[in-house]
T-cell receptor, first 116, second 111 residues
């Protein structure tokens, strides 16, 4: 099946720093990728839709200047959490759609962010 | 009304039991349907797609009732390793719109 990788898998940073998370589709091209966030024991929450070559679409309540998304190629999207604060600590998961497989959506393994 | 609704559970069942999860969706124009499984502290993984004719994969059977806007997942002969959260997922449109996820149903299979 299609594979999506994510890097890093875990990051601990100081408050105020920026953290970049990479999401790659390894064996298919993804014009669209999705970024989710999940707090402990809570459901998955869509943050934004990343479109290759154009601006991302953010969900209501998600600050676009706080969570910068770049989708420069058909296999790579990046999410940068700028000036991270402890409340940004969460599990960030990217997902990409393989449209050749009836629009099945595959998830990366996630990045666990802890902001001290 | 939420787009995709599921009973959050938890469902606590003994090994070997049969358990069924249900899900309803609000958008009658929804086009494709899936069940995902998410283990604790892991990403969701596709369990199976759901077709109008119903489909089976080993111990798992998924069914779709478009008229009632209802999706089900049946797990037979439950194993300890089936313990996870099961997410009902609906694609409301083709193209680049994201899938819509239910909040998930938690299953614990007990020895």
């Amino acid at each position: 099946g299609a594979v999506v990788s994510q890097h890093p898998s875990r990051v601990i940073c100081k408050s105020g720093t920026s953290v970049k998370i990479e999401c790659r589709s390894l064996d298919f091209q993804a014009t669209t990728m999705f970024w989710y966030r999940q707090f402990p024991k809570k459901s998955l929450m869509l943050m934004a839709t990343s479109n290759e070559g154009s601006k991302a679409t953010y969900e209501q309540g998600v600050e676009k200047d706080k969570f910068l998304i770049n989708h420069a190629s058909l296999t790579l999207s990046t999410l940068t959490v700028t000036s991270a604060h402890p409340e940004d600590s969460s599990f960030y998961i990217c997902s990409a759609r393989d449209q050749s497989l009836q629009e099945t959506q595959y998830f990366g393994p996630g990045t666990r962010l802890l902001v001290l | 009304r939420k787009e995709v609704e599921q009973d959050p559970g938890p469902f606590n069942v003994p090994e070997g039991a049969t358990v069924a999860f249900n899900c309803t969706y609000s958008n009658s124009a929804s086009q494709s349907f899936f069940w995902y499984r998410q283990d604790c502290r892991k990403e969701p993984k596709l369990l199976m797609s759901v077709y109008s004719s119903g489909n089976e994969d080993g111990r798992f059977t998924a069914q779709l009732n478009r008229a009632s806007q209802y999706i089900s997942l049946l797990i037979r002969d439950s194993k300890l390793s089936d313990s996870a959260t099961y997410l009902c997922v609906v694609n409301t449109n083709s193209g680049n719109t994201p899938l819509v996820f239910g909040k998930g149903t938690r299953l614990s299979v007990i020895a």
